[in-house]
């Protein structure tokens, strides 16, 4: 069974360089990637992204990380989720209903719970913040709570970054 960490923070705290960071020690490194290139700005940033990740065995899947987990457990030590708060967002774009939703996250979970490898997965808090004027927004900042909360729950290690710094709200910095 694997050891799996939350690390969690606002935009720009330092959540992504501490994972890949963190990650270095491991022999076979794996990354999972859930940002869909929208528009220019994001094609910069997943390009940014995509260098700063050479030496990970890499799949870029937007939807469904239960068959992305899948595919590269059994090929790699560690991998690396970045971002769930993106991927809960293209759940919501990609499936109106919000049952899909609700199974794809429960699919995850499924294959999460019986992982053998170790994970770290990126999340955003995203609850810091006023409250959100449209109902749409409201929605998906409650299931971004909800979803880092059982995440959080079944986590062996949660971290929140704070000014580059790891907080530890459960288990070490250790993987």
């Known amino acids: ?21 963190h990650t270095l020690n491991y022999a076979k490194r794996g990354f999972i990637a859930t940002a869909i290139a929208m528009d220019d700005e994001m094609k910069v940033r997943i390009a940014n992204h995509r260098n700063e990740r ?27 989720v970045d971002c769930i708060t993106v991927w809960l967002g293209n759940l919501f774009f990609q499936y109106k209903d919000k049952e899909h939703r609700i199974n794809t996250i429960n699919n ?14 990126v999340t955003n808090e995203v609850g810091n913040g006023i409250v959100p004027e449209h109902k749409l927004s409201r929605q998906f900042r409650d299931a971004a709570g909800r979803l880092n909360q059982d995440i959080a729950c079944l986590a062996d290690n949660v971290i929140m970054m704070v000014c580059g710094l790891p907080m530890v709200l459960k288990g070490s910095t250790g993987t």
């Open 108 to 121: 995850f979970f499924k294959k999460l719970e019986n992982i053998r490898c170790d994970v770290l997965i």
């Open 1 to 21: 069974m694997g050891n799996i960490s939350l690390v969690t923070g606002g935009a720009r705290s330092g959540k992504s360089r501490y994972v890949l960071e």
């Open 54 to 80: 050479k030496g990970y065995i890499t799949v870029e899947e937007p939807l469904y990380l239960d068959k992305a987990l899948e595919k590269l457990e059994d090929k790699v030590d560690v991998i690396i």
